[in-house]
């Protein structure tokens, strides 16, 4: 069974920088990142595949933020660059047990509990 923990959010003015982590427990694969703000759905953000060699981002965060990973610590990150109040959510991290990432929330195997990020403007 493999388990995620993500530790990284905070309060920070727009404009401003953070970076998550997602430390995973197990052998992992493919890795993204959801968020979910307020009475909102969840929805994707960015997403790596197995190998690290493909990426995926919504269009939202596109040119802001950047989802990479160290495979020596099994850990995920998340830099998220020039955030604006609509960045304000709670994040999460997941895997799934194959090398192909995805946008689809549904195919992740795995899910953190989540870290809150909040943008003041």
């Known amino acids: 069974q493999v388990q995620l923990v993500e530790s990284g959010g905070g309060l920070v003015q727009a404009g401003g920088s953070l970076r998550l982590s997602c430390a995973a427990s197990?052998?992992?694969?493919?890795m993204g990142w959801f968020r979910q703000a307020p009475g909102q759905a969840r929805e994707f953000v960015a997403a790596i595949s197995g190998s690290g060699g493909t990426t995926y981002y919504a269009d939202s965060v596109k040119g802001r933020f950047t989802i990479a990973r160290d495979y020596a610590k099994n850990t995920v990150y998340l830099q998220m660059n020039s955030l604006k109040p609509e960045d304000t959510a709670d994040y999460y991290c997941a895997a799934r047990d194959t090398v192909l990432a995805t946008t689809v929330d549904k195919l992740y195997d795995y899910w953190g509990q989540g870290t809150q990020v909040t943008v003041s403007s």
């Open positions: 197990g052998r992992t694969y493919a």
